[in-house]
């Protein structure tokens, strides 16, 4: 296991003791050598709670769920991940983005990590990652939270489409501010929270003008893969939570009921007053409704 670490935080090794140390990694930032995953964990295993691994959708990153995971860690008593896909965040870019590389991805992360059970927690892309380690790797899931997406194709809802080609026009090079961005997106993005979500990943370069921190070429690429749900998906029976918002658009009722053939212990929650990204539109209700059902359903049982 390969840690990055700050700069700073490498000078005040030499001057902390071992255990200060620890502790302040604890939070820090971090890649596997072999998955290039980059995650940030929160929290020490002191229950029989199975570990969380939080799973962000398109344009997200592992900073979506931190205030969700370090909650959960603590209530919970047990150790919480928020992690960086492919392509996105910190995390390694690659030359394909495969649903069910994606998947791979955090089954071979979680066996990196030592972890034999996991709790997922998985908003729009993310959510259909969690639905396929569910169906496919189920001696590794406890249990399931499938935030504001269905295990369905998408294949008629051209939206992403559409924000690809608008990301790929905008001028990066002489943008002057994310303000500006936001105000050129306005027509093609119309939530407010959505672009702010999506241009959280423009950073600032040293010369002047912004950058992509994720591999926007290749996400637009896969559009039609990440769009997708394959076929002949085994069933599963772990208890699973699909939580969507009240205000999205991802909900309808063929969706529920092909959740419910897929996943046979599904559960549904609607949350009101949120629109696809539940967790940021209504975060307390949100958390209420994940750690209600954690706390359920998360428990390794011997």
Not at 44 to 57: C, D, M, Y
Not at 233 to 241: A, E, F, R
Not at 294 to 301: A, R
Request: overall charge neutral; proline content about 3%.
């Amino acid at each position: 296991q390969h840690y990055y670490i700050t700069n700073n935080l490498r000078m005040l090794c030499n001057r902390l003791k071992v255990a200060q140390v620890a502790r302040a990694l604890k939070q820090s930032s971090r890649s596997l050598s072999g998955n290039k995953l980059s995650f940030t964990k929160h929290g020490v295993r002191e229950s029989e709670n199975a570990p969380v691994i939080f799973l962000h959708g398109v344009f997200g990153s592992k900073m979506n769920f931190g205030r969700h995971s370090k909650r959960i860690a603590a209530d919970l008593k047990t150790e919480s991940y928020c992690l960086d896909c492919r392509n996105h965040g910190a995390s390694s870019w690659r030359d394909t983005m495969y649903l069910t590389e994606l998947a791979e991805d955090v089954v071979t992360f979680a066996h990196q990590q030592g972890l034999e059970k996991v709790n997922l927690v998985g908003h729009s892309l993310g959510g259909k990652q969690a639905c396929l380690v569910a169906a496919y790797n189920p001696d590794i899931v406890q249990s399931a939270v499938i935030v504001d997406m269905f295990p369905v194709n998408f294949s008629n809802n051209t939206l992403l489409d559409d924000t690809c080609t608008a990301l790929l026009l905008l001028d990066t090079d002489n943008l002057k501010s994310r303000q500006q961005a936001s105000e050129i997106l306005a027509n093609q993005i119309k939530a407010e929270s959505e672009r702010n979500f999506i241009l959280s990943n423009l950073a600032q370069k040293k010369g002047g003008g912004w950058r992509w921190r994720c591999n926007l070429e290749i996400i637009s690429q896969f559009v039609e893969e990440v769009r997708a749900y394959p076929d002949n998906v085994p069933i599963s029976s772990i208890n699973t939570l699909f939580l969507y918002g009240g205000a999205s658009d991802y909900m309808t009722p063929a969706r529920v009921a092909t959740a419910q053939e897929l996943f046979s212990a599904a559960q549904f929650e609607v949350v009101p007053g949120a629109g696809h990204i539940v967790h940021l539109d209504q975060p307390e209700i949100f958390y209420t409704s994940l750690r209600n059902f954690l706390e359920m359903y998360g428990e390794v049982e011997f």
